[in-house]
């Protein structure tokens, strides 16, 4: 299979696989593991930036009529963009606003997918592999506590937190095992074998006990709506029981020794904390974000930057954090705001609805559900903003853009059936 880019899709070979991983696993900043100090954690990440971006050069500069591919090398540019922004209007050093938004530049993963042509098959196969090893190393991370083993707070300490119903640990980076999931659900419609079901089940369970309760709901919404997209009755039935069952989460107190009871009554709790008065800190957040952060129209146009915690602009950024309890990483779409302005906002609002518009073969449709629970997603936190969220959403929209190019033919996507 040929490309516009005049590049054929091959498997990754062994040296490429190394490589791959090596990048992966610099750019999650190696889980936050406790056992690397914060130089062996972050300056690897602060050299590998360039690195790709000049492996990348030619293909980003490239002329490419595809929609997608403009919209995500305008993303890179926003954030070039946004490392100015901050010292124009923050003072904050090109230095600081570079440590800032590195993370951001993973997205450049996109462009050495587009360069190097890696086949679905790898690409699957790269999504499993860091969708099994969060799972062995929540699972081990688990078992520690309360010996903090990733990402414990800045002053070396681990919180218990059982209000869900379940220890929850400061453990990120779960895009992965999301994406892993509908991949696996996916082959399980396509293929119809039982073993992807399972699979997928297994992927399902480990979400669910990541007692995230916004990527609890969307994604069985999205699942609901997959299995169920043929039969329109089943459909309408599937949802309205969904609905149904979220909605009594309101008057029926369901019994805190479950994980799902806990997580119902709490949410019940903040429901009634809002009728009494008190609004929704993400609303307040919205509000703070989108109408008093910037100091004039121009940073409301193209962006503030990222504050780094050791500038003023950072400062500013940790008294909102302490006095007020704003977030940026709460809010997704108030963050892309706050960093890139309403232009970049604009620019990611275009992608994800590019996105979840584009037809695709039935045997890719995870990369539609996927990016339809992304753009969900951050309407109350921010994983575009996470190194696991971008490469997964760079994998996504690779498999998209390949999709856009040419017309392919229908034979050609006969890759997940059983031989």
Partial sequence: MISRLGASYTDWAKKEWCIIILYTLISLQFYAYVGFSNTMIKLPLFLTVPLMLAYCWNTFIKN????????????????????????????????LGYRAMAVEFTLLFYFYLMQRKPSIQS??????????????????????FPVPVFGFNEDGEVKEDLSRGILRINFG?????????????????VLRKKIWFAIASIFFIVIVLQVTRQLILW??????IYVFQKNKKLLVIGVVFFMILFALGRTVKFSPDSIVGTMINLTEEQIESNKAGDE????????YFFTQWSRNIVADIIGNGFPHGDSLYGRYNTNLEERQELYL????????KVVTGIAGMIVYLA?????????????????????????????ASAPYSTADGQITMCICVYLMTIYALPKMNKKRFNILKSK
């Fill in 280 to 287: 929704n800190i993400r609303i307040t957040e919205y509000r």
């Fill in 351 to 379: 992608l994800f609805v590019r996105c979840c518009l584009i037809r695709m073969p039935s045997h890719l449709a995870w990369t539609k559900m996927f990016m339809l629970l992304f753009a969900l997603l951050n309407l």
């Fill in 123 to 144: 690409l699957e196969k790269y999504v499993f592999i860091f969708g099994v090893l969060y799972i062995v190393l929540w699972i081990y991370a688990m078992n520690q």
């Fill in 173 to 189: 980076r779960k895009m992965f095992l999301v994406l892993a999931y509908f991949i696996a659900l996916n082959r399980g419609y």
């Fill in 64 to 95: 490419v009529p595809n929609r997608l591919f403009l919209l995500m090398r305008w993303l890179v540019l926003f954030n070039i963009m946004a490392i100015l922004c901050a010292f124009v209007f923050w003072r904050q050093s090109i230095v």
């Fill in 329 to 336: 990483s709460d809010v997704g779409y108030g963050r892309m």
């Fill in 219 to 224: 994604t069985g919404l999205i699942t609901i």
